[in-house]
Nanobody
Framework: QVQLVESGGGLVQAGGSLRLSCAAS????????MGWYRQAPGKQRTLVAQ???????FYADSVKGRFTISRDNAKNTVDLQMNSLKPEDTAVYYC???????????????WGQGTQVTVSS
């Protein structure tokens, strides 16, 4: 089994910063893309940032220049540094990863349980 556990959410004032972390554990052979999604109340879950195993990155237009995604392949972790936060960044943030399990030949997509980020104006 594989688990993704997020940490680092919380309440911050507009203009502030937060750092989210996600650790993958279990019977892992390798991890392909890792990313962060978010879902605000009444809205669909959308991709915020993604990083490949080769550390190519993708950012949603709304967070470019403010958020930075990074990963540690040795530790199976992915972080999201969020700066210049805005009230519209308020959402539940979910970690996501394509994991190749030990003994398996294909990746399986996994989600974390989510962590709340609230930005006050």
């Amino acid at each position: 089994q594989v688990q993704l556990v997020e940490s680092g959410g919380g309440l911050v004032q507009a203009g502030g910063s937060l750092r989210l972390s996600c650790a993958a554990s279990g019977s892992i052979s390798s991890i392909n893309a890792m990313g962060w999604y978010r879902q605000a109340p009444g809205k669909q879950r959308t991709l915020v940032a993604q990083i490949t195993s080769g550390v190519r990155t993708f950012y949603a237009d709304s967070v470019k220049g403010r958020f930075t995604i990074s990963r540690d392949n040795a530790k199976n972790t992915v972080d999201l540094q969020m700066n210049s936060l805005k009230p519209e960044d308020t959402a539940v943030y979910y970690c996501n990863a394509d994991v190749v399990r030990l003994g398996w030949g294909i990746p399986v997509n996994y989600w974390g349980q989510g962590t709340q980020v609230t930005v006050s104006s």
